[in-house]
Antibody, heavy 117, light 108 residues
Framework: QVQLVQSGAEVRKPGSSVKVSCKPS????????FNWVRQAPGQGLEWMGR????????NNAQRFQGRLKITADRLTGTVYMELSSLSPEDTAMYYC??????????WGQGTLVSVSS | SSELTQDPAVSVALGHTVKITCQGD??????ASWFQQKPGQAPLLVLF???NRPSGIPDRFSGSTSGNSASLTITASQAEDEADYYC???????????FGPGTKVTVL
């Protein structure tokens, strides 16, 4: 079964940026869509955006427009999520998710991002 | 609106049936998928499409859709079914996804 391996926990100051990586084991993107979903402590799941590497398309949730960048590096087979202008409200577990509502669904282990002064 | 709504919590007696509902305009055009999340764990897909279960998900989990509403039914609930359940679907444009706020299922 394909695993999604994410980068480690991050601590940031308010106003800064964070970049989290996600690499599918087995290397290639194939035809899959990769989503980013976050979960603040004690809260529900929130879809942030997605990338379809094979056709280089991204879509972001409107509330993150202007400060969320999702990219895919075909050479390294890695997906990235970069969030800027961080505030304490961005403290959350960030998940990389392959194919949200399909049989090929798979979740990364999560990356905890903490934002505090 | 692209929002999905769910009841915050529901309880079910061990061995009985519980139905969790999800409502939203996007469900008129797109199926819901359902995720189970237990404390400290990543979510797990339990249902997708019209009524499809990923490999390894017991057949006591089933789903249906009608109009702008989708439901997840757990038949003969087990203690291990106690968890938060989230519905997920696309918005009416199909280009973005949205999660419902989640339903906490307690098995008594």
């Amino acid at each position: 079964q394909v695993q999604l391996v994410q980068s480690g926990a991050e601590v940031r100051k308010p106003g800064s940026s964070v970049k989290v990586s996600c690499k599918p084991s087995g290397g290639t993107f194939k035809r899959f869509t990769f989503n980013w979903v976050r979960q603040a402590p004690g809260q529900g799941l929130e879809w942030m955006g997605r990338v379809i590497p094979i056709i280089d398309i991204t879509n972001n949730a409107q509330r993150f427009q202007g400060r969320l960048k999702i990219t895919a590096d075909r050479l390294t087979g890695t997906v990235y999520m970069e969030l800027s202008s961080l505030s304490p409200e961005d403290t959350a577990m960030y998940y990389c998710v392959r194919e949200l509502g399909e049989d090929d669904n798979s979740w990364g282990q999560g990356t905890l991002v903490s934002v505090s002064s | 609106s692209s929002e999905l709504t769910q009841d915050p919590a529901v309880s079910v007696a061990l061995g009985h049936t519980v139905k969790i509902t999800c409502q939203g305009d996007g469900l008129r055009n797109y199926f819901a998928s359902w995720f189970q999340q237990k404390p400290g764990q990543a979510p797990l897909l339990v249902l997708f499409g019209q009524n499809n279960r990923p490999s390894g998900i017991p057949d006591r989990f089933s789903g249906s859709t009608s109009g702008n509403s989708a439901s997840l039914t757990i038949t003969a609930s087990q203690a291990e079914d106690e968890a938060d359940y989230y519905c997920c679907s696309r918005d009416i444009t199909g280009t973005t996804h949205v999660f419902g706020p989640g339903t906490k299922v307690t098995v008594l």
